[in-house]
């Protein structure tokens, strides 16, 4: 999917000493109530990624085959816990908003609410799962600036379905640095290959060839 990024940029007092730290409290501001403002189309969404307010639209008919394969497959093997896969749902942060592709919490999601009612904190998440998505835009923000965002979230693991690296690759990725924006552990694995989850709500749930086939 290709995502339109929106930069708001208030206007800041050259001559002060404020800098970087108060500038980017009152860009996280900015952008988070130009978001609870927005009206889209259907068919689109918007999240607050860093520093921008990126807005893309649903995933093509790939992107829906795996991620619906995913959630099947998911349902089954968090059956007898106490958490579940969501899908189409606001992770909040702070200020950020992400709504993963699929993400795993408490089955009972009002033991996690956000402050302001809109989604859930990403403090109860416990996993997230990104389908990549044809275009440099959407290859970046999944990638790069969504990995970066999950794990200053601190949320314990971020997989990766990536049908555009190399003939496709699933990244699983654990240990998040919050202070760093980086996961300390990568298993990145061919399709073809078993990948893993190592811990969680999901350990031991494989994504293999039943999800990633064409």
Request: proline content about 7%; aromatic content about 6%; glycine content about 8%.
């Amino acid at each position: 999917m290709t995502a339109l990024a929106y930069e708001v940029c208030p206007a800041v007092d050259e001559g002060s000493p404020s800098a970087s730290g108060h500038e980017a409290v009152a860009l996280d501001e900015v952008l988070w109530q130009a978001w609870k403002a927005m009206e889209l189309p259907e068919g689109y969404r918007a999240e607050i990624i860093e520093e921008s307010i990126e807005v893309s639209p649903t995933g093509r008919r790939r992107h829906t085959v795996i991620i619906n394969r995913l959630r099947d497959a998911l349902v089954t093997h968090l059956a007898d816990g106490d958490h579940a896969a969501y899908q189409d749902g606001n992770v909040i942060h702070r200020r950020k908003v992400f709504i993963p592709d699929l993400f795993i919490a408490p089955r009972d999601l009002d033991e996690i609410p956000d402050e302001e009612d809109l989604g859930v904190d990403a403090s109860g998440v416990a996993a997230v799962f990104e389908v990549v998505s044809p275009g440099r835009e959407a290859r970046s923000r999944d990638r790069e600036r969504k990995r970066r965002a999950y794990a200053r979230a601190g949320i314990p693991l971020y997989v990766m379905i990536d049908d555009f690296d190399g003939e496709g690759t699933v990244s699983v990725l654990t240990s998040p640095n919050p202070d760093k924006a980086v996961y300390a552990d990568e298993h990145r694995v061919p399709y073809g290959t078993d990948a893993v989850v190592p811990d969680g709500p999901a350990k031991g749930f494989v994504i293999g060839e039943a999800i990633t086939k064409p």
